[in-house]
C-alpha cells in the first residue's frame, strides 16, 4: 500500500535487535504514568494487558 497507492519508498530496516519487544516497553514506560496506574492494578488488573500488568508489577516501578 505505502508503496503502490501513496508512492513511498519502503525499505527494510535492521535495528540491531531480534526482538523489539523490550524496547517498545521501554517507550510505553517511560511514557505512562505509573504511579496513578499502581493503585488500579488490585482492582482491574484483570482487565488489563497481561504486558500492562507484568510492567506495573515490577519492582522499581514507581508507587504513589
Excluded at 494487558?49 to 507484568?54: A, E, T
Aim: aromatic letters at 10%; a negative charge; proline letters at 8%.
Amino acid at each position: 500500500m505505502f508503496e503502490k497507492q501513496l508512492g513511498c519508498a519502503v525499505e527494510e530496516a535492521h535495528p540491531g535487535w531480534d526482538d523489539p519487544f523490550e524496547a517498545f516497553w521501554a517507550v510505553v514506560v517511560g511514557d505512562t504514568d505509573l504511579a496513578d496506574m499502581r493503585p488500579l492494578l488490585d482492582t482491574y488488573g484483570g482487565e488489563m494487558s497481561p504486558n500492562v500488568v507484568d510492567i506495573l508489577s515490577r519492582n522499581g516501578a514507581p508507587r504513589s
